[in-house]
């Protein structure tokens, strides 16, 4: 496969905390979803991507530039699109104007071919009646994607995005399913998410981050299968010490050591996550 994103020795600290800690990783075409715990260090490994943050050391490849660079940065600028988890909107700007401002940044300098992305990029997330509405007065799913519009200016063979789905509604994340795996067709697609379920239904590759490293990196299948001989369904309410939770029908979902009484259930990618972190995964070291 070839790569467009290639990552060496990378880290990155905060005063004494190493946060990031001699990573190395590739990327291609496709998406790629950053699953982990809060503090994992999935922002902070998302804004040195995204030119946003300077690493303490390390290397960092980009479509073939080099973000350490000043004048190779700024031509990556223009090549991706990022959404940060708490996007900088202008509350007084409509959302036509602040995109429109996104475009300038990014130096689309000729008027005519900025107003039709603009237009573009907010139909893309659904928003085009909404163009002349004030930020303010948009709803949390609505200013999401139009944090999410606003990264797909200019059309970026990286896109970065992290956490996309918070605040969007169950038929919003069908849409942003459906575009983000038709951008990845031909781009390099990198999100962070706590949802399992995006994993699942968009991910062609998941990289599971905690304590900035990576714990596993394939796809979600093979996530799922970590769980395998590990999950089991039971009629009964296990003892403590082991996951486990009352599903809809009534009956117990445990991951872990099998509970008496314990049928073998198919694992999810969730499932998989939670053996790779949870007190299984402890019991297991
Ligand atoms: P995640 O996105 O996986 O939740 P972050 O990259 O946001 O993780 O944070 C990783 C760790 O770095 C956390 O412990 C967080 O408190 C710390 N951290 C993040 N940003 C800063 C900052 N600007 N200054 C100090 N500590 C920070």
Redesign the pocket.
């Known amino acids: 496969m070839e790569h467009t994103v290639t990552v060496r020795e990378l880290a990155k600290r905060?005063?004494a905390?190493e946060?990031?800690g001699g990573l190395d990783l590739e990327l291609g075409p496709g998406v790629t979803g950053?699953l982990?715990?809060?503090?994992?260090?999935?922002?902070?490994?998302?804004?040195c991507l995204a030119t946003a943050l300077t690493p303490d050391s390390g290397r960092i490849d980009v479509l073939g530039l080099d973000p350490a660079d000043p004048a190779q940065r700024t031509r990556l600028r223009r090549l991706i699109g990022y959404l940060p988890?708490n996007p900088g909107l202008y509350p007084h700007f409509t959302a036509a104007a602040m995109v429109d401002y996104i475009a300038i940044l990014k130096e689309i300098t000729d008027r005519r071919a900025r107003k039709s992305e603009v237009r573009r990029v907010l139909a893309e997330v659904d928003l085009e009646d909404s163009a002349r509405t004030k930020v303010r007065k948009l709803s949390g799913g609505m200013r999401q994607r139009l944090g999410i519009a606003q990264a797909l200016i200019g059309d970026p063979g990286f896109l970065i995005m992290?956490?996309p789905t918070v605040g969007l509604d169950p038929e919003q994340r069908m849409r942003f399913r459906t575009l983000t795996s038709r951008l990845g067709e031909d781009r390099t697609v990198l999100l962070?998410t706590h949802q399992t379920e995006d994993i699942a239904a968009l991910c062609d590759r998941v990289i599971v981050?905690s304590k900035?490293a990576v714990l596993f990196d394939g796809t979600p299948p093979e996530l799922a299968d970590g769980a395998k001989g590990r999950v089991w369904s039971s009629d009964v309410r296990p003892d403590q010490g082991r996951i486990f939770w009352r599903t809809a029908d009534g009956r117990y979902r445990v991951v872990g050591e099998r509970p008496p009484g314990g049928k073998p259930a198919d694992p999810t990618v969730e499932d998989g996550y939670l053996r790779l972190l949870g007190p299984d995964a402890k019991a297991a070291a």
């Open positions: 905060y005063g905390k946060v990031i950053l982990g715990p809060n503090g994992a260090g999935k922002t902070t490994l998302l804004r988890q992290d956490e962070s981050f900035g």
